[in-house]
T-cell receptor
Framework: DAGVTQSPTHLIKTRGQQVTLRCSPK?????VSWYQQALGQGPQFIFQ???????QRGNFPDRFSGHQFPNYSSELNVNALLLGDSALYLC?????????????FGAGSRLTVL | AQSVTQLGSHVSVSEGALVLLRCNYS??????LFWYVQYPNQGLQLLLK??????LVKGINGFEAEFKKSETSFHLTKPSAHMSDAAEYFC?????????????FGQGTILTVHP
């Protein structure tokens, strides 16, 4: 049973560019959350998608946007990249939206902004 | 609002020794609490979770944690460390009810196990 898959695994961009990261949730899961993990830090919640809508958002600027498709997969878009956007971006999936749900995490997409 | 504080960014133990990783939380509502482990170049893997049932929670790989409301703590323990336990550990809190998958994580504790 495939878990959460993310692509690409690594990418390098320059300041001002735009990036799209992709996530396929675990089979049977319908909810996708995105987290940013800067070096040496714990993951920080960006936003969550359920039923193709953004349900909750963390403290991130509008440069960060996303989308969920009918097959539950999701994309994270970041515009006007800054050096500080360099981080590991983690996608997590679950079934439903209960706070008790266990999130299954992917291995992440490591973004380097030069 | 929720917050998590992990005391000690690095913990070092000898193989076979007790592992104790500390986590204190703050939550305005009854919390759900989680411990995750992250190995290098991998995502996070759930060790255990507390969701208002038994206060002593047993997880995978011999880990357990005790929820203490009066101390707002959820410390992670393992009686005997193994070399394979070396990793980074994260404590996380979720608000009860419909939190839409929002976990608030601590800064993490890197566990080193010496032979």
């Amino acid at each position: 049973d495939a878990g959460v898959t993310q692509s690409p695994t690594h990418l390098i961009k320059t300041r001002g560019q735009q990036v799209t990261l992709r996530c396929s949730p675990k089979s049977g899961h319908d909810t996708v959350s995105w987290y940013q993990q800067a070096l040496g830090q714990g993951p920080q919640f960006i936003f969550q998608y359920y039923e193709e809508e953004e349900r909750q958002r963390g403290n991130f600027p509008d440069r960060f946007s996303g989308h969920q498709f009918p097959n539950y997969s999701s994309e994270l878009n970041v515009n006007a990249l800054l050096l500080g956007d360099s981080a590991l971006y983690l996608c997590a999936s679950s079934f439903g939206v209960s706070g008790a749900n266990v999130l299954t995490f992917g291995a992440g997409s490591r973004l380097t902004v030069l | 609002a929720q917050s998590v504080t992990q005391l000690g960014s690095h913990v070092s133990v000898s193989e076979g020794a007790l592992v104790l990783l500390r986590c204190n939380y703050s939550s305005s509502v009854p919390p759900y609490l989680f411990w995750y482990v992250q190995y290098p170049n991998q995502g996070l893997q759930l060790l255990l979770k507390y969701t208002s049932a038994a206060t002593l929670v047993k997880g995978i790989n011999g880990f357990e944690a005790e929820f203490k409301k009066s101390e707002t703590s959820f410390h992670l323990t393992k009686p005997s460390a193994h070399m394979s336990d070396a990793a980074e550990y994260f404590c996380a809190v979720s608000a009860g009810g419909t939190s839409y998958g929002k976990l608030t994580f601590g800064q993490g504790t890197i566990l080193t196990v010496h032979p």
